[in-house]
């Protein structure tokens, strides 16, 4: 019996093998997909999934923010007054850092200084070294693998010495396995904190003094409640620092909540939010639901075909049970050929879409256990889902219609197979939605409403301030250089932050402004607004009082909301008086994530350690070589980097461009499944009423209401889906957007694009075989009736 | 072997009843050769679907084989189907997927005879049938006559005590439909009790005895002798 199932499998494939692609080639891209996006969605959702990670806490600050950074006192204090603690670290981590090995420059990222308790909290897996002393002396780094093969290729790199920053010269004292790409903190060279102890002295004890990338680390003793810690902090910082409990926390975050907890989003870490996820495992679902939708109609479609056989078998006895069994068996055999070929699409295209998605995965992930077990459930989830349905209609012919041929009249109502279109139609315009919400949001975050100009600006760093002006004058003697500013960063470059009180305004507690130091040109080069009073001026050394300029947000902090009104106006700059001479309209210098915040711009030449160029849009890869070339005849001890501002803008959005990059890959592959199954529906729409369109051409029916005759359907079809999709669609992407400090409305143009598209989508996916039934010599068609 | 009593079968569509078979009463003995004849219309398939257990009457009693089957579930009505009936239409309904001897041997699977036994049996019904030499062919690789040969060897495999045949000849050519015909008084008179509907009063005359319908009433009996 088996046999005879298994044969006329085959049969039937071969003999229908345009139906057998749609469905398996449906299916595999259905099944590669799922299982590209369990794969991503796992990474990220293991993120730090060190084996120790559910003792793990990183000591954070809470004052006026959220800030991931705490002092380097905090360390101390705490392994002095929290014996109970396993271990205490902390780390300093730097995005970048400059690197020579035997007269090699190298700019490396993702380097720290930190401890020897690091190790002891993080399991590293050490090649060699030892993990308790590696980071205990000073001039001692520990680096991965493959910086090691990167920097000596085979050899052994212990004892080697490394220079960092033209300054310090370190010894390897470890080498470890490279990282996972799922770390928050993705380290490749670890030095010791020893190292630079004593230009750290003064940073040791001050609660305020909070570098960018000062992490502090704890690990909890085994079964100890983290409560336990966090209810002894308000006395630990009362007696540390006198800080008042109500206005300063220390809230210890749990490691594996550090990818996700949008409050702490800088700019060195953007969380990124678990909904994003689960949104992609939607993703995944509605493709594997529409895949299933392919095969659950083309096969209830040719149950017509096969209804005679399956007359014959229950003439000849075959109870309908084993008729269930046999359909079920050849949806079996077809699922498997689809799981056989999507796994091994899957297989070959991980690492292609892990670099679209900014994720790295292994296609040895494929062959885990849980990921095996994952793929049996699916595969069996597919069975039922596409098969059950299917074998149930198609055995429940009676056999003397199916041998009389009954059993094809097309029912009028609203069948099951023109709902599952409708499901699929719905399916893709929600995908459509989604893709143009998220198009907009990206354009929005990257393009619009900045305050600031970005085009072709290049920033990169000035190592010397007093060649500043010796590098100023040969920049301008470029003609492809069309401007020059000098600052601590351009608007995006977010470092500096200060107290700011105005007791004549009523702002008596100290708040929080950002700071950015910057040149008479800057405001003019990068097209800030101003609203009222001066730009920044060249500073006199001599004066007193520090001439600054307020944007929108600090004077309506003053409660002043004319910009005029606030020139003149006084305010308490760290702890200095300052004036305001100007002010200018907001503009974004983070991301959109956040709302924006209080920002002074002021004239200090010894913070200018960044120059900005603005450069001709003609041949601007030979203006960046010439600046380069001019750069480094200043600074031979160095290393040009440069960064376009358009580029650092969208570095804050990454996680966000994944998601994008994930919705036009899988929106497209789940809308060309469902045209892979429309275009076999029609087929078969088709084929079923030959006889109906002969008919009608023999009385006179012109071809374009042939066409119309099947399109009329779609329409309605694609209409119902569309007051389905529409309200889905706009909720969910509502709701994404509430991510988002700043976000586009959901305007009425998406939706129209939406079902626009439908519509176009399934005319190209219908017109080539309805012309085809429509230009059929009707004499041929009836005669085969 | 088969006493039909009183058999009426009606079709309904919401506006109209037509009576398929009113008040029917038929005898048919085992051994017996019976060809129904009648016009388009007159009951002659409902009649053979309900004989063949493909369907069931509405009122009436049906014994086959002293059992009362009127009402029986279909799943019961399957079981005594294929061990005891074999059909043959008029436009074969062999499997187009399925060689000859897959055809012939797919009854014996349905009955559950072991794989070894099926060859045997599937073999020697080719052979009496003359379409040994065919049996890796597909149907539409066979003309007509071929067919039916097949589609006659697939009804016999499984030795049923009754054959049901509706048009047996309807699709062949006079030569061809001969053929079938003495296949059928072959079997017949090696013990088969044969009830074969029929337009062709020619192909009627192999029978012992014919029942002429008219809308779902016998009107006449014919004993040929």
Not at chain 1, 423 to 433: C, K, R
Not at chain 1, 456 to 469: E, G, Q, R
Request: with cysteine.
């Amino acid at each position: 019996m088996l046999r005879n199932y298994v044969i006329i499998t085959f049969r039937n494939i071969r003999r229908n093998l345009s139906y057998a692609f749609l469905n398996v080639f449906g299916l595999t891209l259905g099944i590669a997909s799922c299982l590209v996006i369990f794969l991503i969605v796992r990474n990220e959702l293991n993120y730090d999934d060190y084996s120790k990670a559910d003792r793990i806490y990183r000591v954070t600050l809470n004052a006026i923010d959220f800030n991931s950074n705490v002092a380097l006192a905090v360390a101390p204090a705490m392994r002095n007054d929290f014996p109970e603690l396993e271990q205490v670290s902390q780390v300093m981590y730097s995005h970048e850092v400059m690197i020579k090995v035997n007269n090699n420059h190298f700019r490396e990222n993702d380097f720290a200084f930190t401890d020897e308790h690091f190790p002891a909290i993080f399991n590293l897996r050490w090649i060699s070294g030892d993990p308790k002393t590696a980071l205990k002396e000073p001039n001692s780094i520990v680096i991965t693998e493959s910086i090691a093969k990167k920097y000596y290729g085979d050899k052994n790199p212990m004892g080697e010495i490394i220079n960092l920053e033209n300054e310090i010269n370190v010894k390897v004292t470890g080498v470890i396995q490279d990282l996972p790409g799922n770390r928050s903190l993705p380290l490749k060279m670890f030095v010791s904190i020893e190292t630079i102890k004593n230009q750290l002295k003064n940073q040791m004890s001050n609660f305020w003094n909070i570098g960018g990338g000062y992490f502090t680390f704890i690990l909890l003793p085994q079964h100890y409640s983290i409560q336990r810690i966090q209810h002894k902090i308000p006395a630990f910082l009362h007696k540390n620092w006198n800080l008042d409990p109500k206005e300063v926390r220390l809230p210890l975050q749990p490691l594996k909540d550090i990818h996700f907890d949008q409050r702490y989003i800088n700019n060195i870490v953007t969380p990124t939010s678990k909904d994003t996820y689960y949104a992609l495992f939607g993703v995944a679902l509605l493709i594997i639901i529409t895949a299933c939708i392919n095969f659950i109609n083309l096969a209830t479609a040719q149950a017509i075909k096969r209804a005679k056989e399956v007359g014959v078998r229950k003439v000849l006895g075959a109870h309908r049970s084993q008729l269930v069994k046999q359909f079920m068996g050849e949806t079996t055999v077809l699922i498997l050929i689809a799981l056989v070929l999507g796994v091994g699409i899957a297989a070959t295209f991980l690492s292609q879409a892990g670099t679209w998605l900014n994720v790295k995965i292994d296609a040895s992930e494929l062959a885990q256990p849980l990921v095996i077990g994952v793929i049996a459930a699916l595969t069996i989830l597919v069975i039922l889902l596409a098969g059950l349905y299917p074998a149930f209609v198609q055995s429940a012919y009676r056999p003397i219609d199916s041998l009389k041929n009954q059993t094809g009249t097309p029912s009028k109502g609203f069948t099951l197979r023109k709902g599952l279109v409708v499901a699929q139609f719905a399916i893709s315009q929600i995908l459509i939605v989604g893709t143009l919400v998220v198009a907009h949001q990206m354009d929005f975050f990257e393009n619009q409403d900045l305050g600031f100009n970005k085009d072709a600006i290049i920033s990169f760093y000035v190592p010397n301030n007093a060649k500043k002006d010796v590098l100023e004058h040969a920049l301008s003697n470029n003609p492809d250089v069309k401007q020059i500013a000098f600052s601590s960063g351009a608007p995006s470059y977010n470092n500096n932050f200060a107290g700011f009180s105005a007791p004549d305004h009523g702002v008596i507690k100290d708040d929080v402004t950002e700071m950015k130091f910057v040149d008479e040109n800057y405001i003019n080069m990068f097209g800030l607004k101003m609203l009222a009073g001066q730009k920044v001026n060249k500073a006199n050394p001599k004066d007193t009082v520090q001439n600054i300029v307020a944007n929108e947000t600090l004077i309506h902090k003053l409660s002043i909301m004319d910009p005029e009104k606030a020139v003149g106006q006084r305010i308490v700059l760290n702890g200095r008086p300052a004036n305001i001479i100007g002010v200018v309209q907001d503009f974004q210098s983070e991301s959109k994530h956040k709302k924006r915040r209080a920002c002074v711009l002021m004239y200090y030449a010894d913070a200018f350690f960044m120059a900005n160029v603005k450069l001709q849009p003609r041949a601007m890869s030979n203006t960046i070589d010439d600046i380069n070339k001019t750069w480094t005849a200043l600074f031979p001890d160095n290393l040009f980097e440069y960064q376009f501002l358009d580029e650092h803008i969208a570095s804050f959005y990454t996680q966000e461009q994944k998601v994008y990059t994930a919705f036009k890959l899988f929106s497209s592959i789940a809308i060309l499944i469902g045209c892979l199954g429309l275009y076999g529906l029609i087929s078969f729409a088709a084929a079923q009423r030959t006889r109906e369109v002969g008919i009608r051409k023999v009385l006179g029916a012109p071809l374009i209401s042939i066409v119309g005759l099947f399109s009329k359907e779609f329409i309605l079809l694609i209409s119902i889906a569309f007051f389905i999709a529409a309200p889905i669609g706009y909720y969910a992407m509502h709701n994404w957007l509430q991510n988002y400090a700043y976000h586009i409305n959901i305007g009425v143009g998406t939706f129209l694009i939406a079902i626009a598209a439908s519509f176009i989508i399934a005319a190209i996916t219908i017109s080539y075989q309805t012309i085809k039934a429509a230009l059929v010599n009707p004499v041929n068609s009836l005669r085969n009736e | 072997m088969i006493k039909i009593t009183n058999l009426e079968k009606f079709y309904r569509t919401e506006e109209v009843e037509t009576i398929a078979l009113n008040k029917l009463s038929i005898e048919v003995k085992t051994g017996e050769f019976v060809a129904i004849m009648g016009p388009s219309g007159c009951g002659k398939s409902t009649l053979l679907n309900i004989l063949g257990m493909l369907d069931d009457p509405d009122e009436g009693s049906y014994v086959f084989n002293g059992i009362e089957v009127a009402h029986f579930t279909e799943r019961k009505r399957a079981d005594l189907r294929k061990h005891n009936i074999g059909f043959v239409f008029q436009s074969f309904n062999l499997i187009d997927e399925l060689t000859v001897f897959e055809n012939v041997e797919l009854p014996l699977i349905y009955t559950g005879v072991p794989s070894s036994e099926r060859v045997k049996r599937v073999e020697e019904v080719l052979d009496k049938m003359q379409i040994m030499h065919r049996r890796n062919h597909y149907p539409q690789q066979l003309s007509g006559g071929q067919q039916q040969r097949v589609a006659i060897a697939r009804a016999v495999v499984n030795k049923p005590k009754l054959i049901l045949a509706d048009e047996p000849t309807g699709n062949l050519d006079s030569s061809n439909g001969n053929d079938v015909m003495e296949l059928l008084t072959d079997l017949n008179e090696q013990g088969t009790t044969i009830i074969m509907v029929t337009h062709s009063e020619h192909d009627a005359r192999y029978s012992h005895r014919i029942i002429r319908l008219l809308d779902g009433q016998t009107v006449m009996e014919n004993i040929m002798i």
